[in-house]
Structures are given as C-alpha cells and as structure tokens.
C-alpha cells in the first residue's frame, strides 16, 4: 500500500546518477516515477557523462526535469561547488543517488546543504574497481539511508562495512527496496499486437539480423527493399510507426513455429555473452531448429560477432541492437537464458518473466531470491554454466512444463516484484526522511 501525506506542496527529489545509459539502475529512474505520486514529489535528475545512446527523452517522457553537469569520474570531485549551488537554486529536499560515484558525490554535497541523502546500491561491493570500492565504503555511512536492490546487495554492504569505527547511532539503515516491474506495461501479448516507437524511423526501430550483422532493411539489394512486404508506400516513416512481435519475426528471418530464446542485456563482461553464445551453439547441435536473440549493445559486441561468424551458424542469430521498446522482442522468446557472473536484481529478466518467459540462469547475484529452481524457470552455480544447456532443452522439449514456467513466471512477479509494491516502499522512505521521523532499523 502506498504511503499517504498531507502535502501543501510537492517534495522535490533529485536523482544523482553518473550517466544515462540503458542499464537497469538508470531505466528505474522513469520507471519509477511513472507511477509515483506526482502530486506529491517533483523529480529531477542530474548527470554527468553524456552517452550517445542514452534514455534522457524517456525521462522526460515521464515527467522528470533533467540537467547534465558534464564531467568524467575524477572530475566529479570538483562539481561539489556546482551541484551545491544548483541543489540551493531549486529548493531540493532529497537527494536520492544511484551507484558510487553518484553517491561518493551526493554524500560530499549532503554534508553543506543538509538535506537527506538515499542512496541505492544495485551490484555487491566486490564488482566495484578499487577506486570506487573505497571511495563508497569510506563515505558510505554520511547519508540517511541506504536502499539495497537484492539481500545479497545488502548483506555485501553491511559485511563491507562492518569493521569501520562507527559511533552508536552512527551507521545508517540498510533497506532492501527489491527491483520492480510495471506488470500493467510488460505483459504477454497477442502476437499481431502492435506497440507505437515514439520520434524513431522505421529502418531504426527494426533493424534486420542476417547472420550476426544488422542490415538497413531499406537496402534495395534486399527483396522488397528488406521489408518482407509490398504495399507500394515509399515513405518508410508512414509504414514503420508500430511494431509487433508478428512483424519483428518476418522483418528479423525468423521462421514460424521456431523456438526463439533469448536476453536483454548492456553488453559488459558480466554478463558473460561469450558463455551465452557458446551455449547457443550447443544447443544448435541437439536442436537445429532454435535461434537466439539478444536485444542491446556494447563493448563485447564485436568479439561476440566474430564468434557467431566463425560457428557456422550465424543464420540463427539476431543481435537487433539497443531497443527503446524492449516489449515486442520480449514477446519472442520462448526463454530467457542469462549466463552472468554477478548482477543485482537484473530488470530486463523480470520484465521478461511479466511477458511469460520462463528464466534459464545462473544463480547470479539476485536472481536466485527471484527464480524458484524448477518452478519459474532452472537455475546453475555460476561456475556450472554449462548445466543451463540442459534446462533449455528441456524447456524446449516439453510444451507442458513449458507453459507452466511461462504462467508461474508471471505469478511470480505479480505477487513480490510489481513497480507498485517497489514505489510504495521508495515513498515511505522519502516521507519518513523528509519528516525526520526516520528510525534505522535493525538487520535487514
């Protein structure tokens, strides 16, 4: 239930975050706000390191204001001055930080402008390079509270921080505020269902995939201009304006009746997409018929093309890029396979058990507080990747189970990990801080 105030006029909350890039922690940003109160809070949201791809329209989309102070990591120590004045200028109540550099920078500021700073950790402390490991931890207890996406992500902190010199009272409360879905949006759709991609051309919105490259679908060398279609129109922005996962699977050569299995993902090393690909392709030699999406980008991607190319079997593969609209692709996939080494509480994976997608993982960082093993899905140890080849097969090969998973994923995410119950549990913290009512509590 959400947390109710008397308000005469609306708390504003700034977001600290160092860039906006299309990773989990910074798509909760809008996220979250679109089914905040507005009537209530007023958000804004600061960065610093502008990205080419990056989610600031979406933002603003959901009515949050966004300013840039650019700078690099090092650089943020002499924005303090800055952001200071700025903070002062537009009457801010809360500063609510993401990562550690933003919350490095927002404990600095906290301490001269004496306002409650919430700051939320999404990875465990051991990820973290060394620079901004002992920067978090040796800051770490000059804010009100600290917001932890997973148990895991809590328990690291505290095991971290337990041997620093704390006065009694001292230490701040550790809140586990676990990732949420909006199960309203993401959700299992009819396959002809179409989703509008808002200011995004056609030839943008749906890249072709043959083999592992992404081919500009109005490449005249391509049968009907790459569109799969002939409906005489040449502006290509009358015909593009929607996508549905119907046309996604003609427009990326996907057969119909194929298993299609797939992952949303920032391409980092974390996520291992090397081990995903290998898995890939151990599967295409029990099971000739399957092919496999992965939706996002980044510095990994030319290696895994390299490796896709060099297999033999590239006509299975559809690497599409970074999507604004995540939904029609999801709709693909039969099931969701993540081989990554740590993560927080991955978003893109809850998103994708909303829309009924069944999760093939290993039990990396939050995921197995999410994934029963055996009901929403199959889990391996981290270092047991290859037992995930088996639990695809499997899935695969029996609709029954199959179709179980897909309905108890979405159950599962209804029940413990909807945007509501995670909104609710933001406000209550907001409120408790802006009133000074704020009581630490003890464990977690």
Same mark, same amino acid.
């Given at each position: 239930?959400?947390?109710?105030?008397?308000?005469?006029?609306?708390? =504003?909350?700034?977001?600290?975050?160092?860039?906006?890039?299309?990773?989990?922690?910074?798509?909760?940003?809008?996220?979250?706000?679109?089914?905040?109160?507005?009537?209530?809070?007023?958000?804004?949201?600061?960065?610093?390191?502008?990205?080419?791809?990056?989610?600031?329209?979406?933002?603003?989309?959901?009515?949050?204001?966004?300013?840039?102070?650019?700078?690099? %990591?090092?650089?943020?120590?002499?924005?303090?001055?800055?952001?200071?004045?700025?903070?002062?200028?537009?009457?801010?109540?809360?500063?609510?930080?993401?990562?550690?550099?933003?919350?490095? /920078?927002?404990?600095?500021?906290?301490?001269?402008?004496?306002?409650?700073?919430?700051?939320?950790?999404?990875?465990?402390?051991?990820?973290? %390079?060394?620079?901004?490991?002992?920067? %978090?931890?040796?800051?770490?207890?000059?804010?009100?509270?600290?917001?932890?996406?997973?148990?895991?992500?809590?328990? +690291?902190?505290?095991?971290?921080?337990?041997?620093?010199?704390?006065?009694?009272?001292?230490?701040?409360?550790?809140?586990?505020?676990?990732?949420?879905?909006?199960?309203?949006?993401?959700?299992? @759709?009819?396959?002809?269902?179409?989703?509008?991609?808002?200011?995004?051309?056609?030839?943008?919105?749906?890249?072709?995939?043959?083999?592992? =490259?992404?081919?500009?679908?109005?490449? +005249?060398? /391509?049968?009907?201009?790459?569109?799969?279609?002939?409906?005489?129109?040449?502006?290509?922005?009358?015909?593009?304006?929607?996508?549905?996962?119907?046309?996604?699977?003609?427009?990326?050569?996907?057969?119909?009746?194929?298993?299609?299995?797939?992952?949303?993902?920032?391409?980092?090393?974390?996520?291992?997409?090397?081990?995903?690909?290998?898995?890939?392709?151990?599967?295409?030699?029990?099971?000739?018929?399957?092919?496999?999406?992965?939706?996002?980008?980044?510095?990994?991607?030319?290696?895994?093309? =390299?490796?896709?190319?060099?297999?033999?079997?590239?006509?299975?593969?559809?690497? @599409?890029?970074?999507?604004?609209?995540?939904?029609?692709?999801?709709?693909?996939?039969?099931?969701?396979? +993540?081989?990554?080494?740590?993560?927080?509480?991955?978003?893109?994976?809850?998103?994708?058990?909303?829309?009924?997608?069944?999760?093939?993982?290993?039990?990396?960082?939050?995921?197995?507080?999410?994934?029963?093993?055996?009901?929403?899905?199959?889990?391996?140890?981290?270092?047991?990747?290859?037992?995930?080849?088996?639990?695809?097969?499997?899935?695969?090969?029996?609709?029954?189970?199959?179709?179980?998973?897909?309905?108890?994923?979405?159950?599962?995410?209804?029940?413990?990990?909807?945007? =509501?119950?995670?909104?609710?549990?933001?406000?209550?913290?907001?409120?408790?801080?802006?009133?000074?009512?704020?009581?630490?509590?003890?464990?977690?």
């Amino acid at each position: 239930m959400q947390a109710k105030t008397k308000v005469t006029q609306k708390i =504003k909350i700034l977001h600290l975050i160092k860039s906006l890039g299309r990773g989990g922690a910074e798509k909760l940003i809008p996220e979250t706000a679109l089914v905040h109160d507005q009537s209530c809070f007023e958000f804004h949201c600061l960065y610093f390191y502008h990205q080419k791809e990056n989610i600031v329209d979406e933002l603003e989309r959901a009515g949050i204001q966004v300013h840039l102070i650019p700078s690099g %990591n090092l650089g943020l120590f002499f924005q303090i001055g800055k952001v200071k004045k700025f903070i002062e200028d537009n009457g801010f109540q809360i500063i609510h930080a993401h990562l550690p550099w933003a919350g490095i /920078l927002a404990r600095a500021v906290g301490s001269r402008v004496s306002i409650p700073i919430v700051y939320t950790e999404h990875n465990t402390w051991d990820r973290y %390079n060394k620079v901004s490991y002992w920067g %978090n931890r040796l800051t770490f207890k000059k804010q009100d509270v600290a917001i932890a996406v997973s148990n895991e992500v809590a328990l +690291s902190m505290q095991l971290n921080s337990m041997w620093d010199p704390y006065r009694r009272g001292e230490k701040p409360s550790v809140r586990v505020v676990q990732n949420g879905v909006n199960t309203e949006v993401f959700r299992r @759709v009819e396959p002809s269902t179409t989703y509008k991609v808002p200011n995004t051309k056609y030839l943008e919105a749906i890249p072709i995939a043959i083999g592992s =490259k992404i081919v500009d679908p109005g490449d +005249s060398s /391509l049968e009907n201009g790459g569109f799969g279609i002939d409906d005489g129109k040449k502006n290509t922005e009358e015909i593009a304006q929607f996508l549905s996962p119907d046309s996604l699977k003609v427009h990326l050569g996907i057969p119909e009746g194929v298993k299609v299995i797939g992952k949303v993902a920032v391409f980092r090393s974390q996520k291992r997409l090397w081990l995903w690909v290998e898995l890939a392709l151990r599967i295409l030699k029990k099971r000739n018929d399957v092919h496999f999406l992965l939706v996002g980008d980044g510095e990994w991607r030319a290696r895994l093309e =390299k490796q896709i190319e060099e297999s033999g079997k590239a006509q299975h593969f559809h690497l @599409v890029g970074v999507q604004k609209e995540v939904i029609p692709y999801l709709n693909l996939m039969d099931i969701y396979l +993540s081989s990554s080494e740590f993560e927080g509480l991955p978003i893109a994976m809850l998103e994708a058990m909303a829309c009924e997608v069944p999760v093939v993982a290993t039990r990396a960082g939050g995921i197995g507080e999410v994934i029963q093993h055996g009901v929403q899905g199959f889990l391996s140890g981290i270092d047991d990747w290859e037992e995930l080849q088996g639990y695809c097969l499997q899935l695969l090969e029996d609709d029954v189970l199959h179709i179980k998973m897909a309905k108890a994923a979405r159950e599962q995410v209804e029940k413990y990990f909807s945007m =509501k119950r995670m909104v609710a549990d933001l406000e209550r913290i907001y409120l408790e801080v802006i009133n000074k009512n704020f009581k630490p509590e003890k464990g977690i």
